[in-house]
């Protein structure tokens, strides 16, 4: 056994676990429960009074983060300390959000001017196309922005532009290409015009294969349609801490955007691989984006651990996880402009604690990382909510609703307010055998049918849920709940004693699909490898099965 699961906290966890009431008892002994178990800060209020939590039972999961020094390593991390152990590297995407005049070090060196000086650079930019003082090669004004990229340097700038789009100010248009399916960036390019189209190449490591590969049929593109090696400076940028690679590839180095290894992929939409989105928003909410992610640093920084967002909606998910065997977690955005953040937070969560081994290298023995998936209401209640509701596996969730629409338009907005209420209402009480009779009262079944009938209608209820709201989805909302999401990923991380900062598992993925790709062109006998892998890619080269 571990140290974690072996610990006092964790076993009395456990007895607590195996006799809790109902939550509707919960809420029917005490009025004041959503009063008690919700939190107002940053422009979000958490309600997690729908989760089957007890005073006692908060106070000991609250013992579980003190005992595995929760405090300490949030306090690591905003010191720059190199938590990310098995890379020996610090882990500061709050550094990105934080203050001009901050003093955060790394080795002994700030590196709060150092990304001052590349948010200058990036507002310089934008201007610089918003003007036309940066022109294509014939002169023309760009209109479009490619982004090339993939994982974290693809998904936040796509989901969080789509998330702003009432605060796009049209003054480019930005398209997203990360799969190396060539039909990715065939479909995007059959639109644009070389002439006004500017490539963003966005690679932390300038070495990922997908990346290189659409960038160089970017530019293969861009040289047959008329441009020449000349204008490439005019047409191509880059965002990476590759400088010699970008270089070496044909990109100007006055067109490179830093990056820094303290940064991780799927933390790095408010470094200069935000540039999509602070292009289509314009430099100002931007920054509120970047402030609104900075007031949930300070909150997660400074407020004591039981009135902590983050700090709490991780508890609740090791609770889920650890003591009754939840799979997985699912997020439900009620807002059409929210409708990519379930899968923003599922790469920011699995890619972060999907671990078996501790820190020390011992190999756990309780559940990591569970599954993160959702999608959008209410679309997602005529499909997968029935399982949430009936199904055997017990699924938290997060519903996250703005209370004000930017596009309110008669009863819509009361309509997906009043379903999203509807249904952690429903998952928490639930419906009795009885009540299922009660409803069938008047209907023209035989009383044995009845009988059946309700069987069927029960719904066991206690499906914890938490609500998150704002009063509007804004840049500053979003900046806070984005970060609200990766603060709680830590505190995850940290009960569980895990890097939550290394990707080890995607990373021989990569190493891998290169391998399979040289033996692919120098035709090599693959006998060595496994019998489906041989078979395979002899398959592929035949082209036919
Ligand atoms: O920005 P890069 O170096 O191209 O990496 C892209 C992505 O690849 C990964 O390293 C692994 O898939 C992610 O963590 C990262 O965001």
Same mark, same amino acid.
């Given at each position: 056994m571990t140290h974690l699961t072996q610990s006092a906290t964790w076993q009395t966890l456990k007895a607590m676990s195996a006799d809790l009431p109902h939550m509707r008892e919960l809420f029917a002994e005490n009025p004041q429960r959503f009063d008690q178990l919700s939190i107002k800060d940053c422009g979000l209020l958490l309600d997690f009074s729908k989760n089957r939590l007890t005073e006692a039972v908060l106070q000991e999961l609250l013992k579980l983060a003190r005992e595995a020094g929760l405090e300490q390593k949030i306090a690591a991390m905003f010191a720059g300390e190199a938590i990310n152990t098995t890379e020996q590297r610090a882990v500061l995407h709050t550094a990105l959000r934080a203050p001009a005049d901050a003093d955060i070090r790394v080795d002994g060196v700030n590196v709060v001017p150092e990304v001052q000086q590349t948010l200058a650079q990036m507002e310089a930019f934008v201007e610089a196309l918003y003007s036309g003082q940066w022109r294509g090669y014939t002169g023309k004004k760009i209109t479009d922005l490619v982004s090339i990229g993939i994982g974290g340097s693809f998904l936040g700038p796509k989901i969080i532009s789509e998330a702003l789009r009432p605060y796009w100010n049209g003054k480019l248009q930005c398209h997203f290409v990360a799969n190396v399916d060539g039909t990715a960036i065939s479909e995007k390019l059959k639109k644009l015009d070389p002439e006004t189209t500017l490539?963003?190449?966005? *690679? =932390? *490591?300038?070495?990922?294969?997908?990346? &290189?590969?659409?960038? &160089?049929? @970017? =530019?293969?593109?861009?040289?047959?349609?008329?441009?020449?090696?000349? #204008?490439?400076? =005019?047409?191509?940028? /880059?965002?990476? *801490? +590759?400088?010699?690679?970008?270089?070496?590839?044909?990109? #100007?180095?006055?067109?490179?955007?830093?990056?820094?290894?303290?940064?991780?992929?799927?933390?790095?939409?408010?470094?200069?691989?935000? &540039?999509?989105?602070?292009?289509?928003?314009?430099?100002d909410n931007f920054k509120a984006l970047l402030a609104g992610a900075r007031a949930m640093d300070v909150h997660f920084a400074s407020r004591p651990l039981e009135q902590n967002m983050p700090v709490i909606m991780g508890l609740l998910s090791v609770w889920y996880n650890n003591f009754f065997n939840a799979q997985s977690h699912v997020v439900l955005t009620y807002d059409h402009y929210l409708r990519g953040l379930p899968a923003y937070f599922q790469q920011l969560d699995m890619e972060s604690n999907g671990k078996s081994v501790t820190l020390?290298?011992?190999?756990? #023995?309780?559940?990591?990382?569970?599954?993160?998936?959702?999608?959008?209401?209410?679309?997602?209640?005529?499909?997968?909510?029935?399982?949430?509701? %009936?199904?055997? /596996? &017990?699924?938290? @969730?997060? $519903?996250?609703?703005?209370?004000?629409?930017? +596009?309110?338009?008669?009863?819509?907005? /009361?309509?997906?307010?009043?379903?999203? $209420?509807? %249904?952690?209402?429903?998952?928490?009480?639930?419906?009795? $055998? #009885?009540e299922a009779l009660a409803e069938l009262a008047d209907s023209s079944f035989t009383e044995a049918e009845k009988q059946l009938i309700a069987k069927h209608k029960v719904m066991e209820g206690n499906k914890p849920s938490n609500t998150l709201l704002m009063d509007k989805l804004t840049p500053i909302t979003l900046g806070a709940l984005i970060a609200l999401y990766e603060h709680r990923t830590l505190v995850q991380g940290a009960i569980w004693d895990i890097n939550s900062f290394d990707q080890w598992g995607v990373e021989l993925g990569k190493k891998l699909g290169n391998e399979v790709l040289s033996r692919i062109g120098a035709e090599l006998d693959s006998k060595d490898l496994d019998s489906s892998s041989n078979a395979l890619i002899n398959l592929f080269r035949q082209g036919k099965i």
């Open positions: 490539f963003l190449m966005s *690679s =932390k *490591s300038f070495g990922t294969q997908e990346t &290189l590969t659409n960038t &160089l049929s @970017a =530019k293969e593109w861009f040289l047959a349609k008329g441009g020449s090696q000349q #204008d490439i400076g =005019k047409h191509f940028a /880059a965002i990476t *801490s +590759n400088v010699a690679k970008a270089t070496a590839f044909g990109i #100007d180095e006055d067109n490179i955007f830093p990056m820094w290894d303290w940064v991780g992929g799927r933390y790095s939409l408010w470094s200069a691989i935000g &540039l999509p989105i602070a292009a289509l928003i314009g430099m020390d290298g011992n190999a756990v #023995d309780y559940s990591t990382g569970p599954v993160i998936w959702g999608g959008e209401g209410t679309n997602g209640q005529h499909a997968y909510h029935q399982l949430l509701h %009936q199904g055997t /596996a &017990l699924i938290p @969730a997060d $519903f996250i609703l703005p209370l004000q629409s930017h +596009n309110p338009i008669g009863e819509h907005h /009361a309509q997906l307010a009043s379903n999203c $209420f509807g %249904q952690t209402q429903a998952l928490m009480q639930g419906r009795t $055998f #009885d």
